[in-house]
């Protein structure tokens, strides 16, 4: 089975080879595919389309699908991107292990001094006083 963890490293490695839209295309479809609450390959199994998933249109889902027919090797994940549950993923350990569930109190979002996205290039309120 091709999960989404490889389809999400199949998409960022087609970025630099892509311009324009299409390559926004398969950035953004590439980081949305950890939160797809269904494993692809599954809604291709059952008949539906993959343009139900946030981030995919016809284009990228005839290449998903080709993946899928004749999943192509995927290489380890770039160290940036590696080490991630999927959102599925995390709900089958989650499954395994209901007690955990219990134990959940919150969750962690983390920015780094890099880019956060918030108010990029515009000076922060502070700065403007």
């Known amino acids: 089975m091709l999960k989404n963890s490889s389809i999400a490293e199949l998409l960022a490695l087609e970025v630099p080879k892509s311009t324009g839209h299409l390559q ?11 939160m797809w609450p269904e494993e692809a390959e599954s ?8 343009t139900e998933l946030p981030g995919i249109g016809p284009h990228l889902q ?11 090797a995927t290489p380890p994940a770039d160290p940036l991107r590696a080490n991630f549950l999927t959102l599925t993923d995390a709900r089958a350990v989650l499954a395994r292990h209901p007690e955990w569930a219990k134990q959940l109190r919150g969750d962690l979002q983390m920015h780094t001094q890099w880019r956060d996205g918030a108010g990029y290039g515009r000076p922060s309120r502070s700065a403007r006083l």
């Open 43 to 50: 809604i291709i199994h059952q008949g539906r389309s993959l």
């Open 62 to 72: 005839r290449v998903i699908c080709a993946w899928i027919e004749n999943p192509p």
């Open 24 to 34: 926004k295309a398969l950035r953004r479809a590439s980081r949305h595919a950890f």
